[in-house]
């Protein structure tokens, strides 16, 4: 215990990072709970689940408490799964039931720290969310953790699309209610547009305990979860689409280095008006057509097929950047959407209107109290504590890591780069050890594994194309003599097991060295360089790592392009060993971690205010929703009409007509509310150019119009109600023109961002002197 904690204390000082909070308290803790653990084991399970339940009578939740759910939850665990609890689980435990964000290695079991620590929460009477990065995630945990949590007398369940609204009202009145952040989003989102207070599927939110920390709170917090309904069927201008795709980058369009903006030349711009009959994209008759060529040659030039989106069974999917993997039931605002159809030449989807959105970041500050696990919580401490309020705690290894890592091997191109990698994995699977290799997308996934395959290598390919069976695969990936290739972060939360997931050659795998990892390029971050590392040297395991890196990467040309003279490559292998290469490409990581950080940041700035305007009107909706307010309310206003109805109607019918009218004026002005602001912040940084800052510009039209929608509401709904037409059975809002969405879909809005103002500003500019015409 003394050498674990001076363990701890160096790590601590070797970090020398702020936000890594002391651990000493909780060290001293250890030695009770292992006390309590002989008394522990004597209890009949009747008599362990009567001892939790104490803890539901607690003033507080102070060290004794503490001690007893650690000593009560190890001896759960050892019942229910077969393990006893480390120490430093516990610590874990400790660590987020008193608020902070853990990192725990792979592999030191941080799915029953989290439970533990969410069973805590519950015996003190408080309603938590465990929240993951997907679906399969969240409901293995809650059904692996459910013996123990019924030990302890607290009840679980799960979240996933497959569920009906009863199954997820059950799922969320559970104590502990597991799920996947998208999920559990968009059904925040859901419950903003009901009618009726018996629709709502959640409860009121108390803690969040938020697995894999980093991907939910940074990777997913550039992505907002948006609502959409349906409007009518979409159309994508394939004339325009036909066109575009016959220009030639370069001459007929330029983007610029970091790949998010396109524009066309002057070539461009003649071969388009000719092909288009002559028209003037630049004249205000044309400016419909200019923003059709502007969003297909975004979808031409900006989104690449296996990289950005799969198509598949007919339709285009999206693949979330930060995982590789399909972004389920997700797509990009509508004209991108159909460009993108347009150009793969698939059926065009519905188009729709935004209903509602939010952030990751007001998903979690809805809940008071947030916790959360990771292993690379550290690299991220700065963004946690600013935009989450929240400290990490360091929690050490059970076993040291005896992982080797080593030294990036550079080559001059990509060319050389492959014929290394295929020459590495060949000379390590000779050997009989398993080998994970982590690509950074669909299409460096599938060459390699041709690759591989003509070198006479078979491999298992885990990708976007695939990922149902995710977790299967990587569970296999320490299995003797396989290959596996991933794209980005495969099976987090998925353990590799050396010898295979029974672990049936656990020994012989381990006298060859372990499982050996391969990174294709470094990642836009070293956080996910250091994940896809920690796959390997799991628990003490022995392992190895390298990464294979080229100056031409698309990490080094989008982020640092302009490489020193005088790097030397071997003239036969391509290797490169000058330091200055590997300078420039970690100065590239480094510039590329910079960008993240801004887009979050900026994603932050924007979106404040939307939040705090949204959390108001919600105050009144919710008024609405579950009070006779919007009856009262037209009453007053439509006092004659509001007579009529009450002689046509029972009482209960009246005030559900009332709330509906009401209800859906408020929810077409929010969402007509979002487009405004869309709009807003599309031109926003133009008035950069003018010594505005462009933040207080967003803010200086975004308020005004807020609060104009309260008053548009009543005086909307009030005509609405004069209008509507009363039927035996109640009144046909229909024909009031109270339409509904008949049906909702989500969006992945990867947000503006906003390299900074003046940047932003001059890259608009620039491409707009590139449109004009001399």
């Known amino acids: 215990m003394a050498l674990m904690s001076r363990v701890g204390k160096r790590l601590r000082r070797i970090i020398q990072r702020p936000a890594s909070v002391e651990l000493t308290r909780y060290e001293a803790l250890l030695p009770a709970v292992e006390e309590r653990e002989p008394d522990c084991e004597k209890l009949s399970d009747a008599e362990l689940t009567e001892a939790a339940a104490a803890l539901r009578e607690a003033d507080s939740f102070g060290d004794t408490q503490l001690v007893e759910l650690c000593a009560l939850g190890r001896e759960a665990a050892r019942r229910g799964l077969g393990e006893r609890a480390f120490d430093v689980q516990l610590l874990g435990t400790m660590g987020l039931l008193t608020g902070h964000i853990v990192q725990m290695q792979t592999g030191e079991g941080k799915t029953l720290a989290g439970a533990l620590a969410a069973a805590g929460y519950a015996l003190q009477g408080k309603r938590v969310h465990v929240i993951s990065v997907n679906d399969y995630l969240a409901r293995r945990d809650a059904e692996w953790m459910r013996p123990v949590y019924e030990l302890l007398g607290v009840s679980v369940g799960w979240v996933e699309p497959s569920l009906s609204t009863e199954e997820r009202r059950k799922s969320y009145a559970a104590e502990v209610c597991y799920g996947a952040v998208s999920e559990i989003g968009f059904d925040v989102l859901r419950d903003r547009l009901v009618t009726a207070e018996a629709e709502l599927v959640q409860t009121k939110p108390e803690v969040a305990v938020v697995d894999e920390a980093d991907s939910v709170l940074v990777d997913e917090a550039r992505v907002p979860l948006v609502m959409a309904g349906s409007v009518d069927a979409g159309v994508a201008d394939e004339e325009v689409a036909n066109i575009v795709r016959r220009l030639r980058a370069g001459l007929h369009y330029e983007t610029d280095p970091d790949g998010r903006n396109v524009w066309l030349t002057s070539a461009g711009a ?15 008759a044309g400016s419909d057509r200019l923003a059709a060529v502007n969003v297909a040659l975004h979808a031409h ?26 972004a389920q039931l997700q797509r990009w605002p509508d004209g991108l959407q159909a460009a993108v159809e347009a150009k793969e030449q698939v059926a065009p989807s519905d188009h729709g209107e935004i209903l509602d959105s939010i952030t990751v970041q007001a998903l979690i500050a809805r809940y008071p109290q947030v916790a959360g696990m990771t292993g690379t919580a550290v690299a991220i401490a700065e963004q946690l504590r600013e935009f989450y309020q929240l400290e990490v705690a360091v929690i050490p290894p059970n076993t040291p890591n005896v992982r080797e890592d080593a030294p990036d091997r550079i080559f001059a191109s990509p060319g050389h780069k492959l014929r290394a990698i295929v020459a590495e994995i060949r000379t390590v699977h000779d050997t009989g050890r398993p080998i994970l290799v982590g690509t950074q997308d669909v299409a460096e996934s599938e060459e390699l594994a041709e690759k591989l395959a003509k070198a006479g290598l078979p491999c298992v390919v885990l990708n976007a194309r695939n990922d ?15 290959i596996t290739v991933s794209t980005q972060m495969a099976g987090r939360g998925t353990d590799i097991r050396l010898g295979g997931a029974d672990g049936a050659d656990r020994e012989r795998v381990a006298e060859l060295g372990g499982l050996h990892v391969i990174g294709t390029a470094r990642y836009p971050s070293s956080r996910l360089d250091d994940q896809l590392r920690g ?3 799991r628990q003490g395991d022995p392992g190895s790592s390298v990464f294979f890196a080229s100056l031409n990467d698309e990490l080094v040309l989008a982020n640092a ?21 590997h300078r420039q490409i970690n100065h590239a990581q480094r510039v590329a971690e910079g960008v993240d950080l801004e887009i979050h940041r900026n994603t932050w700035r924007y979106t404040r205010l939307i939040e705090h305007q949204r959390a108001e009107l919600l105050t009144w909706r919710d008024e609405v929703l579950c009070t006779e307010a919007a009856s009262e309310l037209l009453a007053k206003a439509e006092q004659d009409r509001h007579a009529e109805l009450a002689e046509s109607l029972d009482e209960e019918t009246q005030v559900r007509v009332c709330r509906e009218i009401l209800l859906f004026h408020l929810d077409q002005l929010w969402a007509d509310h979002l487009a405004f602001l869309t709009d807003v912040r599309e031109t926003i940084h133009l008035r950069a150019m003018a010594r505005e800052t462009p933040l207080d510009e967003f803010h200086r039209a975004a308020i005004p119009e807020f609060h104009k929608i309260r008053a548009e509401a009543e005086k909307r709904a009030a005509k609405a109600l004069v209008e509507a037409e009363i039927a035996e059975d109640g009144v046909d809002l229909a024909k009031a023109g109270v339409r509904r969405p008949t049906s909702t879909w989500t969006y992945l809005v990867q947000d503006n961002p906003f390299d900074s103002d003046a940047e932003q500003a001059l890259k608009k500019v620039r491409g707009l002197l590139r ?4």
């Open 270 to 284: 003649s071969v388009v008006e000719k092909a288009l009959g002559g028209v003037d994209l630049y004249e205000e």
């Open 301 to 326: 030039a900006l989104l690449t097929r296996d990289v950005d989106y799969l198509v598949r069974d007919g339709k285009v999917q999206l693949i979330n950047a930060s995982r590789g993997r399909v």
């Open 468 to 482: 149902a069976e995710e977790a299967a695969i990587i569970a296999e990936a320490g299995k003797y003599d396989t």
């Open 535 to 537: 796959r390997a040297g």
């Open 561 to 581: 392009p302009d490489v020193p003279d005088g790097i030397e490559a071997d003239d036969e292998t391509g290797e490169v060993t000058d330091q200055t290469a």
């Open 771 to 774: 449109k004009k015409r001399s």
